[in-house]
């Protein structure tokens, strides 16, 4: 079965440290990758995606990921996070041959930022 | 993106009973999804709603117990029914948007509670 790893939980930060989450996916097809964000007491919204093209993405509020195909991964990353950063972030793949768009996510990583 | 809206945002019920979700859409779209976020773990998919067709439901998630509507497109219900305390969680749904359905956006949930 497809599965989604994020492999930290939780992350603590201080202000303008730099931040990168990590996430594998196990399917070996065609996939679209995501990451979305949630803050504290409001809804999930889209951070960023791939699809196809260049391997390294750029989403909103200064946060990048990047699309390994050879490690399966698609980490996110900021250079200088914030206070406001504090949310929960979750990696979603889903898989393009089937023509049905089922997103799986992963676990989620909850970041605290320090300020 | 589109902007999505459900009711209730919350509601504390009692075991047993029934409770209708209700998701709208500000644009007409093909493809709404049902997700649910129980306490301390990722979002998972109970089933694809799309309009003119019968739900479809992922593993573990039956009609009897998670019957959903989608009479328009715009517009879809629901009903988490019988219900346990197993079955407090946030109920969120979705719809699929871009050229290819390949992107989801969110609404705001509804967070359950089951005495």
């Known amino acids: 079965a497809q599965s989604v790893s994020q492999h930290n939980h939780h992350v603590i930060l201080s202000e303008a440290a730099s931040l990168e989450l990590g996430c594998n996916y196990s399917?070996?097809?065609?996939?679209?990758l995501f990451w979305y964000v949630q803050y504290p007491g409001q809804h999930l919204q889209l951070l960023l995606k791939?699809?196809?093209?260049?391997?390294l993405v750029k989403g909103i509020k200064g946060f990048e990921a990047e699309f390994i195909k050879s490690k399966f991964s698609f980490n996110l990353r900021k250079p200088s996070v914030q206070w406001s950063d504090t949310a929960e972030y979750f990696c979603?793949?889903?898989?393009?041959?089937?023509?049905?768009?089922?997103?799986?996510f992963g676990t989620g990583t909850r970041l605290l930022v320090s300020p | 993106s589109a902007v999505i809206s459900q009711k209730p945002s919350r509601d504390i019920c009692q075991r047993g009973t029934s409770l209708t979700i209700q998701c709208q859409v500000d644009s007409q779209v093909t493809m709404m999804f049902w997700y649910r976020q129980q306490p301390g773990q990722s979002l998972t998919l109970i089933a694809t709603a799309n309009q003119g067709s019968e739900a479809t439901y992922e593993s573990g998630f039956v009609i009897d117990k998670f019957p959903i509507s989608r009479p328009n497109l715009t517009f879809s219900t629901l009903t988490v029914s019988n219900m346990s305390p197993e079955d407090s969680s946030i109920y969120l749904c979705s719809v699929g948007l871009g050229l290819a359905v390949d992107t989801q956006y969110f609404g705001p949930g509804t967070r359950l509670t089951v005495l």
């Open positions: 979603a793949v889903n898989r393009m041959n089937t023509g049905f768009q089922k997103l799986v």
């Open positions: 791939y699809f196809s093209g260049d391997p």
């Open positions: 399917y070996g097809g065609t996939v679209n």
